[in-house]
């Protein structure tokens, strides 16, 4: 039995592109690209590429960029934006917890959720994290945008979630303040027409908690901002309104 988030993803290509929190695209690639200084030369891995908006977008932009996802018609998709765009990228189908890079490079970026936060453990996301820390060099910098344990302490996620996910429905949401855990049903059509219903199951994060997986990890320079969709800013403090958080940082 495929896991929910293995299953949202299958035959979901066209329908992702249409989501609200998919059109940042540019924005989202002019803060990599600042957090690049401009130097081509770097190196990018996309974990949980998706489609490959990012990865494909900054291959336009010259940068030699390496995208990873467990779903074959996410990849799928994005092959064909890389052909259409006359761009190379390369696309893999693998699985974020078997990260099979060492040192290999200079930026290494896991945007809205790619994989991280949505496993089923604590032990499968710090996998992730483990694997993202091997694949970069020393010196080289590590973005994410991660789900904010803050948010849901104060703010209804279903309310959130009702204003901005286009094509479907979630709802029967329970926030555990014990686990940092939300569970949810989420309804939607895939790509075929075909309705889904899933119980998902998100791990939230508080900011400090971040910083000390990174840290663990032999990540330093550990910067935490409040996230908004199209425009990154590591000086947009974080507040209870943000719904993700996002962490820039290097590797020792």
């Keep these: 039995m495929k896991a929910w988030y293995e299953e949202l993803f299958t035959d979901y290509a066209e329908t992702y592109d249409k989501e609200a929190f998919t059109q940042g695209t540019l924005g989202e690639c002019d803060f990599i690209e600042r957090e690049t200084g401009g130097d081509r030369s770097v ?13 494909v977008e900054l291959a336009k932009r010259g940068y030699r960029v390496t995208g990873v996802d467990l779903s074959a018609s996410q990849i799928a998709k994005a092959r064909e934006k890389a052909a259409a765009a006359g761009v190379e990228v390369d696309f893999r189908i693998a699985d974020a917890r078997a990260l099979a890079f060492d040192k290999e490079f200079g930026l290494v970026q896991m945007i809205c959720e790619g994989a991280f936060p949505l496993m089923g453990t604590d032990e499968e996301n710090f996998e992730i994290l483990k694997g993202i820390a091997r694949a970069i060099r020393p010196g080289g910098k590590l973005i994410l945008t991660t789900l904010s344990a803050l948010f849901p302490m104060v703010h209804s996620v279903a309310e959130f979630e009702a204003d901005n996910i286009v094509e479907g429905t979630s709802g029967d949401h329970a926030f555990d303040p014990i686990t940092f855990r939300m569970k949810s049903t989420l309804r939607l059509r895939d790509d ?18 971040m910083a000390w997986l990174l ?12 996230c908004r969709i199209g425009a990154f800013n590591t000086d947009d403090k974080l507040t209870p309104g943000d719904f993700e958080m996002l962490v820039v940082a290097r590797k020792g």
């Design 192 to 209: 075929r027409g075909r309705e889904k219903v899933l119980s998902c199951n998100e791990r939230y994060y508080a900011p400090p908690e």
């Design 43 to 55: 190196r990018i891995l996309d974990v949980g590429c998706g489609t490959g908006r990012h990865a």
């Design 215 to 226: 840290k663990s990890l032999g990540f330093t320079d550990v910067s935490i901002s409040g």
